[in-house]
């Protein structure tokens, strides 16, 4: 007798920004809005995914990312793990393809997958039966950190359709401005991108944003949001800027530099004193602890979202279908 039942519908993922329509990030801003009030409450934790295991499994270096994102799903009362390649088999020469496998084997729910290559999350994604979501590939894709910015200036600024965002740096090297310029383009606010010649890469306009290497241009931003040099993505014998302070003197976010009424991001860690002047990181204008906040609560949306809403419109490999 054959099998009548359907078909399951394929695991659903978050791989990248563009695999995301207007609806979904909507939907999880949303979400993100009414789980912030459960962080004023004595008691933090819900109840809402009991039961679930959420993997972390993180082959870079990380502090806001992957603690938030353990502290998510512990708020949501899902079980946890974290693995670090440091100190794991990895040390030993497994594949990322075994790594996944091996994790697969104790059924979880979520692999939340940090990995220096582009592409790394989508190997999982094929290789485990969980939902996947991307924690940032190489200078791919960081789509948790795009919503939790967007998260951040809605609550700040009261809307996103018609904000103009000014992403200030070393664009060349960062996966944060790829995911926040296709962020912005798919909720209607403008992004242009600001630094010198040697760290804007060569296209970046085909994501939606402008261009300039002027940092007079952030004059008429509602956001400034400043990037940091990432030294670590930068080869040896590489010079991209003449210097360090020639950097901070021609790009660096300083009091002269911002406006009053514009407001300042930055994903961190912050390099103080080379992209960000220390005064504007400590004033009233700088939104970073808000980007903190803000990362809990999207992350603890992410994940309820990945596991209780239905809906699937594409195959495996479509992020967040």
């Known amino acids: 007798m054959s099998d009548l039942r359907p078909p399951a519908p394929p695991r659903r993922h978050l791989l990248s920004i563009r695999g995301l329509e207007r609806d979904d990030v909507e939907r999880v801003l949303e979400t993100a809005r009414a789980l912030a009030g459960s962080l004023d409450r004595e008691v933090k934790k819900l109840p809402t995914l009991r039961g679930r295991t959420v993997v972390n499994l993180f082959y870079e270096s990380s502090t806001r990312t992957l603690t938030s994102f353990e502290l998510a799903a512990k708020r949501l009362s899902a079980d946890t793990m974290s693995v670090r390649s440091a100190g794991s088999s990895v040390d030993k020469g497994e594949s990322l393809k075994d790594t996944a496998l091996t994790l697969s084997a104790y059924d979880p729910d979520v692999i939340v997958v940090r990995h220096p290559s582009i592409g790394a999350p989508e190997l999982v994604a094929r290789n485990t039966a969980a939902h996947v979501v991307n924690a940032g590939d190489g200078k791919h894709q960081h789509p948790t950190q795009a919503l939790l910015d967007l998260h951040t200036m809605r609550e700040a600024l009261g809307r996103l359709e018609g904000l103009h965002v000014a992403i200030v740096g070393d664009v060349r090297h960062s996966r944060v401005a790829r995911s926040l310029?296709?962020?912005?383009?798919?909720?209607?606010?403008?992004?242009?991108?600001?630094?010198?010649?040697?760290?804007?890469?060569?296209?970046?306009?085909?994501?939606?944003?402008?261009v300039s290497t002027d940092i007079r241009a952030i004059a008429d931003a509602d956001v400034v949001y400043v990037l940091r040099m990432q030294a670590e993505r930068m080869g040896s014998g590489e010079a991209y800027v003449p210097s360090l302070r020639e950097y901070a003197s021609s790009y660096g976010i300083g009091p002269e530099r911002v406006r009053r009424g514009q407001v300042v991001m930055h994903p961190g860690p912050m390099n103080r004193g080379v992209e960000i002047d220390p005064r504007v990181a400590d004033s009233g204008a700088a939104l970073v602890t808000d980007q903190v906040r803000a990362g809990l609560v999207v992350r603890m949306a992410v994940l309820y979202d990945l596991l209780t809403v239905a809906a699937v419109r594409e195959p495996v490999h479509a992020e967040l279908a």
Do not use: M
Not at 193 to 207: F, H
């Open 181 to 210: 310029v296709q962020a912005l383009d798919l909720v209607g606010a403008r992004a242009l991108v600001v630094g010198p010649p040697t760290l804007l890469p060569r296209g970046i306009e085909a994501l939606g944003c402008a």
